[in-house]
């Protein structure tokens, strides 16, 4: 039987695939994340994931490999760098839309799939005084876009339009589909 190897060291993403009943090894991949000059968002989750996939690859395993970013209409929204970054983070988020794009890919050594999954997501408006509680919360110090949708940040989320475990790290729909097609099935029925 062929191992699965999730290429990724999130907690996030190893949780959600749990959460679907799929067995798996975690094995990070480690390569060089920046940006290319006049990459656009879906073009740059797209080549990560395949990177990440790509130098995770043996004879015996299925890799499955994702890369999420979040982006407004302006730019790219990393991880927080501090405090002051996340306020302004979320300043810039406060009663708009943003994009939550993740790339899946899944790959062994004679092929390679890959899938684009986009979320918008709307925030309410958010004050400065509630986005410095929530950086004192510790939530959004590790997360792209400076909030989780999955914790305290639940309550600036206003509307989503698309997957919602896409929001928090792995667009399970869209995953199970892709292992489907290499014969590993969520929700495995256990006698």
Known sequence: ???????????RRAELLRQIGI????????????????????????RLAGQKASCKIASDRLVLAA????????????????????????????NRIHQVVTAICVANDDSMI????????????????????????GEPRDKAGGFAIQGLGAVFVKNIQGSYSNVVGLPLFETAALLGRYG???????H
């Open 1 to 11: 039987m062929v191992e699965l190897v999730l290429a990724s060291a999130s907690p």
């Open 67 to 94: 890369d999420t970013i979040v982006f407004d209409d302006v730019s790219i929204l990393g991880k927080p760098r501090d405090r002051t970054d996340a306020i302004e983070m979320l300043a810039r988020l406060s």
């Open 23 to 46: 067995k798996f090894r975690v094995d990070p991949a480690d390569i060089d994340e920046s940006i290319n000059a006049e990459e656009q968002p879906i073009d740059l989750v797209e």
């Open 184 to 190: 590993i099935q969520a929700l495995r029925v256990r």
């Open 114 to 137: 890959s899938q684009v999954v986009t979320t918008s997501v709307t925030l309410r408006p958010i004050s400065e005084a509630e986005a410095i509680a929530y950086w004192d919360s």
